[in-house]
């Protein structure tokens, strides 16, 4: 968890009037298909900001769907491409303790201070996996970063997991030293 969003939760009761805790006791009692719509009842009822009322909804469907569902959730229908995402992550949990691995509806981050990786099952035979550089240029298999926009400055596109190698391997590490 990154210091701002620790901030935020300790600030919560003095600037909510409830902890964490009992906004998610809260919002419990409710049930609401939308993320917009816990934000907007936060927003309209309890008068909470539109910042505290976001990260409180998100900090509630995160404890209601674990990690494991939602890796789980990536995969479905695309079972051939789980063995790549296991390597990528043995591969980056070998460069230190100080990652936080989050896994989001659609990828995973992989971040040390900041993300450096973002694994995403793309279609059903290709994981396209994005890194993010201080400055590297693009080559024929690390491309520009296409679908993942500013959150990545490049990609590769991975449909087997043999293409997990040695040249992989350093770019992730790369990635790694340059999230410090």
Not at 86 to 98: I, M, N, P, Q
Request: glycine letters at 4%.
């Amino acid at each position: 968890m990154d210091q701002a969003l620790k901030t935020m939760i300790n600030n919560m009761p003095e600037k909510t009037g409830k902890s964490l805790d009992e906004w998610k006791k809260v919002l419990k009692k409710k049930s609401f298909s939308k993320h917009s719509e816990g934000v907007n009842f936060l927003k309209k009822e309890h008068n909470v900001t539109h910042g505290f009322a976001n990260t409180i909804v998100t900090l509630s469907k995160a404890e209601n769907e674990t990690q494991v569902d939602l890796v789980e959730s990536q995969y479905k229908g695309k079972e051939d491409l789980f063995p790549i995402y296991e390597v990528l992550l043995t591969v980056v949990k070998d460069f230190g303790k100080d990652l936080t691995i989050t896994p989001k509806k659609a990828s995973v981050s992989v971040i040390r201070k900041r993300q450096f990786a973002l694994i995403k099952p793309a279609t059903k035979s290709r994981i396209d996996l994005g890194l993010k550089f201080n400055d590297k240029p693009t080559t024929e298999r690390l491309e520009n970063s296409g679908p993942f926009g500013a959150m990545c400055t490049h990609r590769v596109q991975l449909n087997n997991i043999t293409e997990v190698d040695n040249e992989l391997k350093k770019w992730l590490k790369e990635a790694y030293e340059q999230a410090k």
